[in-house]
T-cell receptor, first 113, second 108 residues
């Protein structure tokens, strides 16, 4: 158990819909990262937040957005969902950022029908 | 972002050492070399990381070439639970850029 929690574990929805994935970092960790893992693209970095502020951006689509709240939990919002958005979404946390070890949650499996 | 190259798959026998190679010829001076592994149906798990010197921890050892253009993750005695995809990553600026990794299978 990494100490990072993600909810829900599974999510099934339809194209065009909007969903919110939630992540609670390890106690004391200030940075939260979101990753997407699909069969054809592998593990891809989406975005990083540090203490409430966006710190780094990766291959995140404009239809996706994230935020980190004052209690340090984070949400990833996915809108106008397409079939290709079906994937595992992982959240990770670290103490600060850069070269710190990242601890990954168990993931949310999103299926778009 | 600097890239890494790893073999797609490797096989090992249980209780034997395993050497997982990684090439990173475009590494920059500030890039740390990280190794993570992903067991089936789980999120990635940190294994080890280093900058220039070889590193040891309870899970593995990391041998880094003098020119830093390659590194090797060493599992001293492979167990069946070590069967996973192992990712060699150059970490800079906070983000981990995962490659395809090496799928390690361990035979009893």
């Amino acid at each position: 158990d990494s100490g990072v929690t993600q909810t829900p574990k599974h999510l099934i929805t339809a194209t065009g819909q909007r969903v919110t994935l939630r992540c609670s970092p390890r106690s004391g960790d200030l940075s939260v990262y979101w990753y997407q893992q699909s069969l054809d693209q592998g593990l891809q970095f989406l975005i990083q937040y540090y203490n409430g502020e966006e710190r780094a951006k990766g291959n995140i689509l404009e239809r996706f957005s994230a935020q980190q709240f004052p209690d340090l939990h984070s949400e990833l919002n996915l809108s106008s969902l397409e079939l290709g958005d079906s994937a595992l979404y992982f959240c990770a946390s670290s103490v600060v950022s850069n070269t710190d070890t990242q601890y990954f949650g168990p993931g949310t499996r999103l299926t778009v029908l | 972002d600097a890239k890494t190259t790893q073999p797609n798959s490797m096989e090992s026998n249980e209780e034997e050492p395993v050497h997982l190679p990684c090439n990173h010829s475009t590494i920059s001076g500030t890039d740390y070399i990280h190794w993570y592994r992903q067991l089936p149906s789980q999120g990635p798990e940190y294994v080890i990381h280093g900058l220039t010197s070889n590193v040891n921890n309870r899970m593995a050892s990391l041998a880094i070439a003098e020119d830093r253009k390659s590194s090797t993750l060493i599992l001293h005695r492979a167990t069946l639970r070590d069967a996973a995809v192992y990712y060699c990553i150059l970490a800079s600026g906070g983000k981990l850029i995962f490659g395809q990794g090496t799928e390690l299978s361990v035979k009893p």
